[in-house]
């Protein structure tokens, strides 16, 4: 028996690409005052948005955003067949709460950061394989939720190591659709769990660069691309020293993919003028930046072929403090027109 | 363009059944003298199992669960395409830990305590849409760390409710093959969020009752099979009071299940002698139930189909503390010689 999808080790070449019809973004108002701003569907002007809690604002974020996809795209909820999504928030709570009422079979996932392409791998490999039609596919974060949960109260002021990324307020969603025009899903690589030994929970983006290695080099070698052969590659989020890092270990194994490639952390924030350290991060940042910026940029045809890899950092406070170090993983997927 | 593999609402049938080729189940001390104890692979003499914390020993748990449904196969890692798995830790931590260094391409999943039959329906997906030729599917959950971050401090002695549930320290885990003999995975339906408006995080198998409920319908009109279609009908982890809550429910929607269901918490412990309440739950109840006993009786053909469904409740510590209520999912999967 072949396995007819799969090329070389873990990539895999879909049989009728998947369009991408329709994408959403709400973020948050420190990311309304970075330079994507333009391209987002919404920006808050707090980080509560009338909710009594972080918490409470975070499931509101993605539930809007997913309200907003399916309203926009025209098709009823009756007639989505799945929702994918996670979050950051322990038991992916943002997504349970914010989507209950959609009435859709909905398949939770987690992989930190990376859920969002994650999302993407799994919704395509449904519609591929004729159990969906249409579906839908989510991701969110929230920089005073995460900080919470993960680091400090805010209210402590905690000062902010420089290496630190800033969780994304903000959610992207994303409708898939068997029929379409595109921009098309072609082809993904689901990533393995990596583990680089590091153990500096304010340093997530080196912690993560050695699974974004992992997959990008397996892309690459699975499918014999090269990367000038995209228009542009994306990570999220690395950050500017998960970027730098990625940047050489794919040199070291031959590939330079130093003129084309770009980290949605390092694109959400100015590095400049708003004291985000290593730029930007959370389920949210790669989500809303493919979902606002990247998809129009494919719309507008400035780019025909990206290559989309997210990155994940698979801890939580405890491991941290049991003094585990954190392992990574990074699924890419293909977007072509 | 029509869903060829979708029956009704949100049913499907596989076009080519799956095979669960094998299965492996880890289970701890209470288990162990607890009335199922014959079916399991190990069982093991204390919580932690030789390491320093509890979180630690899940994920030595689900790993060498793991380790051992993938050696029993007698199939290679380097031939298994993907690995699903998902636990109860924030951030699924006895996962992706536990599953760091079997260089299998990883999915993670949340779904709380419906994790296990989620990992089922998706694999299945994969393998069917010839994503996938083999597949490992885990899940695992833990007394100690399940009580730690939950509820309360162990130390404290704190007395459980008479509704409440008694976490199962475990994990199962499958190995799905695209070729194979059975018993297979012939249909399956995957649920939607429902809340039905309790906030008693001490009765988890009421808020859950309702999302069993759903799906189950949903089952039984999409397929057109009545309850006796299946030799047995097995919730995990509902306990006694959601057991009988759902035997209501679905009475009052004309489907009479009591003669041939049963609920995998209720079947782990021993109500009179093991003073667990309202039964077991967990992620890793379901798992190691179907893995180690319900498995072996397909095997055995002492049943010949049976209907699985696995109940998560998607809330967490803070959204309680929050007053939310308990949205709950379930997913259900057909099994059959």
């Given at each position: 028996m072949i396995i007819i999808k799969k090329v070389g080790k873990q990539s895999y070449i879909l049989s009728n690409p998947i369009t991408i019809k329709e994408s959403a973004s709400i973020v948050g108002p420190k990311e309304k005052n970075g330079p994507l701003h333009q391209f987002f569907d919404k920006c808050l002007e707090d980080e509560f948005w009338g909710e009594k809690s972080w918490e409470k604002a975070e499931s509101k974020i993605i539930k809007e955003t997913v309200n907003m996809v399916i309203s926009k795209s025209g098709i009823a909820n009756a007639d989505i067949d799945f929702c994918f999504a996670g979050d950051l928030l322990n038991q992916c709570i943002a997504s349970s709460f914010g989507l209950r009422e959609t009435n859709i079979p909905f398949i939770g996932l987690f992989g930190a950061c990376s859920t969002f392409v994650e999302s993407l791998i799994v919704a395509s490999s449904f519609i591929d394989g004729d159990f969906a039609k249409n579906t839908v596919c989510a991701a969110s974060s929230h920089f005073c939720s995460a900080e919470k949960q993960f680091r400090f109260p805010l209210e402590l002021g905690n000062q902010r190591p420089q290496s630190s990324q800033w969780t994304v307020t903000g959610s992207g969603a994303v409708i898939l659709t068997k029929d379409?025009?595109?921009?098309?899903?072609?082809?993904?690589?689901?990533?393995?769990?990596?583990?680089?030994?590091?153990?500096?929970?304010?340093?997530?983006?080196?912690?993560?660069?050695?699974?974004?290695?992992?997959?990008?080099?397996?892309?690459?070698?699975?499918?014999?691309?090269?990367?000038?052969?995209?228009?542009?590659?994306?990570?999220?989020?690395?950050?500017?020293?998960?970027?730098?890092?990625?940047?050489?270990?794919?040199?070291?194994?031959?590939?330079?993919?130093?003129?084309?490639?770009?980290?949605?952390?390092?694109?959400?924030?100015?590095?400049?003028?708003?004291?985000?350290?290593?730029?930007?991060?959370?389920?949210?940042?790669?989500?809303?930046?493919?979902?606002?910026?990247?998809?129009?940029?494919?719309?507008?045809?400035?780019?025909?072929?990206?290559?989309?890899?997210?990155?994940?950092?698979?801890?939580?406070?405890?491991?941290?403090?049991?003094?585990?170090?954190?392992?990574?993983?990074?699924?890419?997927?293909?977007?072509?027109?």
């Open positions: 379409g025009t595109g921009p098309y899903i072609t082809s993904f690589t689901p990533g393995k769990i990596v583990d680089m030994g590091i153990k500096d929970v304010n340093n997530m983006g080196a912690a993560m660069a050695g699974a974004a290695e992992d997959t990008i080099i397996s892309h690459f070698k699975d499918t014999g691309r090269s990367p000038n052969y995209y228009d542009a590659i994306f990570t999220g989020d690395l950050g500017y020293i998960g970027k730098d890092i990625l940047i050489d270990l794919t040199e070291s194994k031959g590939y330079n993919i130093k003129s084309n490639y770009n980290d949605c952390g390092v694109l959400i924030f100015d590095k400049e003028n708003q004291d985000t350290h290593s730029g930007g991060s959370g389920c949210g940042c790669i989500a809303s930046v493919f979902s606002g910026y990247i998809y129009k940029m494919l719309q507008e045809k400035k780019y025909k072929k990206i290559l989309l890899i997210a990155t994940g950092a698979l801890m939580n406070s405890t491991s941290s403090q049991q003094g585990e170090s954190i392992p990574g993983i990074a699924h890419a997927i293909s977007v072509e027109l």
